[in-house]
């Protein structure tokens, strides 16, 4: 069965720091891999996908995430993190039905 | 363009009671998402529409939950009994396609209802 899942509940970064959140996959089909985002008291947003083609997606508000199959993996990263960038960070796949992870909660510190 | 409208965006209601929540989704939109997303986990799915069938519903507690599309727009999801474990909030998401093409497209999402059940 498709599942993902992030490592880390919860991570902090310094404003202006290097961003990564981790997701990895398991599939026995090439996968469609999505990152949503979610401000507090508010809905979902879409932050980027991979469907087919390069692997490397570029997405909204600086992010960037790399689907890697020989690592299962599909990373969210964005060069230098903003105080408004502090949300949760949720990776997500279909397979049967669409599956969510359980969630980053990313901090900013000024 | 008008984005996924969800009421009432907070519910409290005492366990055993019977509570709705409405979305109006996304003009156009075929496909229409419930689901239920408890602290500090992802969201689940809970039932899939397409215009006014049901997709998928096999994550849908039946014994307590329902949920209907007339004429294959808005939507309500009804819970009757309510349960403690039912705290949560409550997503409705839609999307353009048609199944064929569900697992690439994108999800818009709603402000979400919170449910609290004492």
């Known amino acids: 069965a498709q599942s993902v899942t992030q490592l880390g509940s919860h991570v902090s970064v310094s404003e202006g720091a290097l961003v990564l959140l981790r997701c990895n996959y398991s599939?026995?089909?090439?996968?469609?891999l999505f990152w949503y985002v979610q401000y507090p008291n508010q809905g979902l947003q879409l932050l980027l996908k991979?469907?087919?083609?390069?692997?490397l997606v570029k997405g909204i508000n600086g992010f960037e995430a790399e689907f890697k199959k020989s690592e299962t993996s599909f990373h969210l990263t964005k060069p230098s993190a903003h105080m408004s960038d502090a949300a949760e960070y949720f990776c997500a796949s279909p397979g049967q039905n669409f599956v969510f992870g359980p969630g980053t909660r990313l901090s900013v510190l000024p | 363009e008008a984005g996924v409208a969800q009421s009432p965006r907070y519910k409290i209601i005492e366990k055993r009671q019977s509570v709705a929540f409405w979305c109006n989704p996304i003009?156009?939109?075929?496909?229409l998402y419930w689901y239920q997303q408890i602290l500090g986990q992802g969201p689940k799915l809970l039932i899939q529409f397409q215009n006014n069938g049901v997709v998928d519903d096999s994550q849908l507690p039946k014994d307590r939950f329902s949920a209907e599309r007339l004429k294959g727009v808005d939507s309500t999801l009804k819970i009757q009994p309510a349960k403690l474990e039912d705290s949560a909030v409550y997503l409705c998401?839609?999307?353009?396609?048609?199944?064929?093409?569900?697992?690439?497209?994108?999800?818009?999402f709603g402000p979400g209802t919170r449910l609290t059940v004492l």
């Open positions: 991979y469907t087919t083609g390069a692997t």
């Open positions: 998401a839609s999307s353009l396609l048609y199944p064929e093409h569900l697992k690439t497209d994108t999800q818009y």
């Open positions: 599939s026995s089909v090439p996968p469609y």
């Open positions: 003009s156009g939109h075929a496909t």
